[in-house]
């Protein structure tokens, strides 16, 4: 049996980046692991196969440790469950294509975990752009083991998103979970959820009580590349937000945990001001956006109108949000679209002048 098991979903992922990734998983000073590679369906190129699914045929040839498996289009999710399935190793972590590990880090974290007899361990990030390079953490020191005050805070900081963390609690890729305890509760990504899969995924596992712990170092490169810097637009933020707020009420964490109903839904509607805030800069006034200003504050009033929204924008938690976060709620709040608009222009006009000076 493997010590770790890496699971490495990927669709149609460049080939420097795709490089970058697998080798940080050849040189690991670990040796005896498992890589698992799923490709999600990438897109061929003509009569070939997509180059990324090229490259993943070479290094399984080339090293027996590498598993490389082929799906059709699914979904990261499905794509991760079906590596959970395949998975041999004591533990399981997560690496998306585009991002890679330190050298020691499966050993590091393997000896950690055997050490504290962890069902999870949470580790910490660098997030990597072209130019620069910044580590994250959310504590100052390695925690043993998570007691009822730092599970509640631990809860909190996950449903709610603190942008200080940069993903540590609640992205899937700084967790080190051991397969016993995946298999046995049976843990795997929703499929029918496209945002906030992550998250959701390890709020059901903390249902299961796990022993969990923390060490203080970062591991895991989160990569963003300039093509990511978010001009990209997506549309269904109407139904993120329903589904969002379904899947975590559902739980029983507060049960379980003894937390406050009122206090677990703020956390939940302060995330949810998030996703809202979020959807103003990807969609309704995103520069890139090609409908009309009549047909954009139709489309918005019609998002702002749904219950769910209205309930976010009275129970968000405001001290977890900036000032400017916050003016910008309120201005949703009570529906003052023209001064909303005014921001899709500024950015637009933002971008023309960077683009005239590149």
């Not at 395949?86 to 590091?108: C, I, M, P, Q, R």
């Not at 977890?320 to 976060?325: K, M």
Request: hydrophobic share 35%.
């Amino acid at each position: 049996m493997p010590k770790v098991t890496v699971i490495v979903p990927t669709y149609n992922t460049s080939d420097s980046f795709f490089k970058k990734c697998i080798e940080s998983l050849i040189g690991q000073t670990l040796i005896d692991i498992e890589i698992i590679i799923i490709d999600d369906g990438s897109t061929p190129k003509q009569d070939s196969d997509a180059s990324c699914v090229n490259l993943a045929k070479q290094y399984a040839t080339a090293d027996s440790r590498i598993k490389f498996i082929q799906q059709c289009h699914k979904g990261v999710s499905d794509a991760r469950n079906l590596g959970i399935q395949e998975a041999s190793g004591e533990y399981t972590v997560f690496l998306d294509s585009d991002d890679w590990f330190d050298e020691d880090a499966l050993n590091s974290l393997y000896v950690y975990t055997q050490n504290q007899q962890a069902d999870i361990t949470i580790f910490e990030i660098f997030r990597n752009t072209s130019t620069s390079q910044r580590s994250f953490k959310a504590y100052d020191n390695n925690v043993l083991e998570f007691k009822e005050k730092e599970l509640h805070e631990l809860i909190k900081n996950t449903i709610q998103t603190n942008p200080a963390h940069c993903g540590i609690f609640n992205g899937v890729c700084c967790k080190f979970y051991n397969s016993s305890f995946l298999q046995k509760n049976s843990l795997y990504f929703s499929s029918n959820i496209s945002f906030g899969e992550d998250k959701l995924f390890f709020l059901r596992a903390l249902c299961m009580r796990p022993k969990i712990s923390y060490l203080s170092k970062p591991f895991y490169h989160y990569r963003i590349s300039d093509g990511s810097l978010s001009h990209s637009m997506r549309k269904d933020f109407s139904s993120i937000l329903v589904d969002i707020e379904q899947s975590i009420q559902s739980l029983p964490l507060c049960d379980i945990y003894g937390i406050n109903k009122d206090t677990y839904s703020s956390w939940i509607y302060t995330d949810l001001s998030r996703i809202i805030l979020a959807s103003l800069a990807h969609h309704y006034f995103n520069p890139s956006n090609p409908d009309s200003f009549a047909t954009t504050r139709k489309k918005f009033f019609e998002y702002i109108n749904q219950k769910t929204c209205q309930n976010t924008l009275i129970r968000f938690n405001r001290n977890a949000l900036t000032r400017r976060e916050r003016f910008k709620l309120l201005l949703c709040k009570h529906k003052r679209f023209a001064i909303l608009y005014l921001f899709k222009i500024k950015i637009g006009l933002q971008r023309k002048i960077l683009c005239q000076h590149k």
